[in-house]
């Protein structure tokens, strides 16, 4: 379906104008005949920020739903928190609004599977914002695998070292369990759907373990009230016990761990810890005929692979530079932001939903698992119905960032 064989350019708007809300403004970058028209935030200070934002002409209201019903709208950017995700993108989806849903899809694999539905039931074009499968890193890594460099991929291991964890999920609302589950749904989802790309399949069993040590034992707590990350984040708020203005309520883990059994045999795990002094994310990824692993996670890292045998060397027997962003991901904004929009005028996607679901499903039934003793919990699939919808959905093939 396209939102604009009409011709006409394609009418965006924004909903919830905070943090990530900057994203939208990489449709006027996009080379789309699109434009922001309209934003939407409970708050005032978000309103004002969605004016600054996208220009003093585009309309600004209080709820997703009045901008459904006043402002036209042929696509939406939904940045709100992750608990309003599944209810404002449902709305928009049966009234044929095609959305570019932030990740994660939802906080919860029931309401992440109503959104599957809302899609497949109102056939509207659902786009999730898993802008990580576009960063250089996760580009060149999937090329090296898809190239044959290290055989056929048997085991994919990540570690997450979330040095400002402190700053960006333990001051606001992402503390708070019922506002987002668990931090291996806003945070993991990114590298759990890394991980099912690299392996080639999706997780049908998971195990998590996990604990909050850290930031429950900080009593200076505060409110952030009208404030972004930004107004609070330091450097300089280290050690993590010496972090002030906490959020009143943590209840999240600031440490988990997941291990990932995939429907084509590939054995994962992944590592998340919110205090270590370094923020990045190292992947290995074991072949039958080599492994490869990445040092630095942005431009001047670079991916190493070992495809011969030896003793330990650091060096590895081929070495490929990391492309893109030095601090960030904005260029992999620009791509998903650019690849929604373009799937509105016939062009296919990379990425279908159905991966952003089961990233979902992994985190939440991993914290499951985890907050009940490490039960091991089986992954349930899609509804056939919704599934066989999605299966029959055009994707384009990866783009490969290495030269054969």
């Known amino acids: 379906m396209s939102v604009s064989s009409s011709g006409r350019e394609i009418r965006v708007g924004v909903i919830g104008i905070g943090q990530r809300a900057v994203i939208a ?10 434009s922001v028209v309209a934003v939407s935030d409970p708050t005032e200070a978000g309103r004002a920020r969605g004016l600054e934002l996208f220009g003093p002409d585009v309309r600004a209201v209080a709820s997703h739903r009045e901008l459904i019903e006043t402002a036209d709208l042929d696509a939406a950017i939904v940045t709100s928190p992750d608990w309003t995700h599944a209810e404002i993108a449902v709305d928009l989806l049966r009234a ?13 694999l029931e309401e992440t599977d109503a959104v599957m539905a809302a899609a497949a039931e109102s056939s509207t074009p659902l786009y999730i914002g898993h802008n990580y499968r576009h ?11 898809r190239r044959g460099d290290i055989g056929e991929v048997k085991a994919v291991w990540c570690r ?8 960006y999920y333990f001051k606001d609302w992402h503390a708070e369990r019922r506002r987002v589950n668990s931090l291996l749904l806003q945070k993991a989802s990114h590298d759990i759907d890394v991980i099912h790309m690299l392996a080639g399949g999706y997780t049908r069993r998971v195990v998590g373990m996990g604990q909050l040590g850290i930031y429950n034992q900080v009593t200076d707590r505060g409110t952030h009230e009208g404030e972004l990350m930004q107004d609070w984040f330091s450097y300089e708020n280290w050690p993590p016990l010496a972090q002030t203005r906490l959020n009143p309520v943590i209840d999240v883990e600031d440490l988990s761990m997941v291990l990932m059994s995939l429907d084509n045999g590939v054995q994962a795990s992944y590592q998340q810890c919110h205090y270590t002094p370094d923020y990045w994310r190292n992947y290995t990824v074991i072949g039958t005929e080599g492994r490869l ?41 620009l791509l998903t932001v650019t690849e929604f929009l373009r799937s509105l005028t016939g062009v296919a996607p990379e990425l279908s939903p159905v991966a952003a679901r089961e990233a979902v499903a992994v985190g ?9 003793g ?19 959905q055009p994707l384009a093939l990866p783009t490969d960032s290495v030269t054969p």
Do not use: Q
């Open 160 to 167: 997450h070292f979330v040095g400002n964890g402190g700053d």
């Open 135 to 145: 960063s250089s890193v996760a580009r060149l890594m999937g090329s090296l695998v």
């Open 25 to 34: 403004g990489h449709v006027a970058e996009s080379g789309v005949a699109a």
């Open 364 to 372: 939440a039934l991993a914290t499951a698992s985890l907050r009940e």
């Open 293 to 333: 692993e990445n040092f630095g996670d942005t431009s001047g890292g670079i991916v190493r692979v070992w495809n011969r045998r030896r003793s330990w060397d650091l060096t590895g027997d081929a070495e490929y530079p990391i492309g893109g962003n030095a601090d960030g991901h904005e260029d992999a904004d």
């Open 374 to 392: 490490s039960t091991p919990i089986d992954v349930p699939e899609l509804p056939a119905a919704v599934r066989a919808y999605f299966d029959a």
């Open 96 to 108: 044929g609004i095609a959305v570019y849903l932030e990740k994660p899809m939802a906080i919860t």
